[in-house]
């Protein structure tokens, strides 16, 4: 089992930042891979990002490349989405996930074990 808690979603103003953290507790085979997701009202669940936990590589989608950032801390304990030049089209509830070994880059929804309850984020313009 792996345990996760959200937290640092907050309103903002376009273009403000915000960092997200992620800490996760629980022994899992599922300790491989770190993503977040995000929710907006009215829509699916979409990738945003995520790292391994082992190597370090990240992978983000087109929509947040170059303004988002994923990292961990050394333990791989605490995950955090570092969020610059925010957009209202970045309003959503954001899901922290964990993943056993992916195939690829651990973009998939159904590759993801567990979930946190989410963190809601909203960007005012």
């Known amino acids: 089992q792996v345990q996760l808690v959200e937290s640092g979603g907050e309103s903002v103003q376009a273009g403000g930042s915000l960092r997200l953290s992620c800490a996760s507790s629980?022994?899992?085979?599922?300790?491989?891979?770190r993503g977040w997701f995000r929710q907006a009202p009215g829509k699916g669940r979409e990738f945003v990002a995520t790292?391994?936990?082992?190597?370090?590589?990240?992978y983000y989608s087109d929509s947040v490349k170059d303004r988002f950032a994923i990292s961990r801390d050394n333990a791989g304990n605490t995950v955090y989405l570092q969020m610059n030049n925010l957009t209202p089209e970045d309003t959503a509830v954001y899901y922290c996930?964990?993943?056993?070994?992916?195939?690829?880059?651990?973009?998939?929804?159904?590759?993801?074990?567990?979930w946190g309850q989410g963190t809601p984020v909203t960007v005012s313009s």
């Open positions: 790292i391994n936990l082992i190597y370090g590589n990240t």
């Open positions: 996930a964990a993943a056993g070994p992916c195939s690829g880059d651990c973009y998939l929804l159904s590759e993801y074990d567990y």
């Open positions: 629980g022994r899992s085979f599922s300790n491989y891979a």
